[in-house]
């Protein structure tokens, strides 16, 4: 089974460093890869998708990501965060056909301190 | 405007007595998926749905049950709920051909 590893947990930044969030997954073959973020009291939002193509994908809110298919990897980067980017963030792959679409990973709580 | 609703948004209940979440969706989209939100664990897919009365256990579904007899509603049956179901639960949608989801705004389910 697919299995989706992000591995900080809790990542507290001050306002304008630089964020890197980790992603990796399981699965070797074509996938389709999403960050979703959560922010305080509100519902996932969809912030970037890769599905082919350029592997550095530009999302909402000045976020990127860059798939990584040697390493598995889908690694959410900002250059500068702000306090309004503090929420929890969600990576999330498919595999392509798979009836059973999104696997989540366990999610990353970002603090940014203004 | 485009959206998936679901109701109640906060539930505190007790131990055994049934309840349902409901769950709809005015984007005509296929498919629908259940999930509830634990500390730690991320999400996790409950139920989906691919279409009208198709629908399918995703990685925990013991102790609910579902529906899909409209296209827009999947409500989330717990016929008898125990304090080990006490979570955020999320309603999902999304087209058939598509792998983007769009969720509603939560139900907080407190089981006592």
């Known amino acids: 089974a697919q299995s989706v590893s992000q591995h900080n947990h809790h990542v507290i930044l001050s306002e304008a460093a630089s964020l890197e969030l980790g992603c990796n997954y399981s699965y070797g073959g074509t996938v389709n890869l999403f960050w979703y973020v959560q922010y305080p009291g509100q519902h996932l939002q969809l912030l970037l998708k890769y599905f082919s193509g350029d592997p550095l994908v530009k999302g909402i809110k000045g976020f990127e990501a860059e798939f990584i298919k040697s390493k598995f990897s889908f690694n959410l980067r900002k250059p500068s965060v702000q306090w309004s980017d503090t929420a929890e963030y969600f990576c999330a792959v498919n595999e392509p056909g798979s009836a059973r679409q999104l696997t989540f990973g366990s999610g990353t709580q970002l603090t940014v301190l203004p | 405007e485009a959206q998936v609703t679901q109701n109640p948004r906060y539930l505190i209940t007790v131990t055994g007595k049934k309840l349902t979440v409901t769950c709809s969706q005015n984007?005509?989209?296929?498919?629908m998926s259940w999930y509830r939100q634990d500390p730690g664990l991320g999400l996790r897919q409950i139920y989906y749905s691919m279409n009208v009365e198709v629908t399918d256990k995703g990685d925990v579904p013991e102790g609910y049950k579902v529906s899909r007899k409209e296209k827009r509603n999947f409500p989330l049956i717990l016929e008898s709920p125990s304090p080990n179901q006490t979570s955020l639960y999320f309603c999902?949608?999304?087209?058939?051909?598509?792998?983007?989801?769009?969720f509603g705004p939560g139900t907080r389910l407190t089981v006592t």
């Open positions: 984007m005509n989209h296929e498919y």
């Open positions: 999902a949608s999304s087209w058939a051909d598509s792998y983007e989801q769009y």
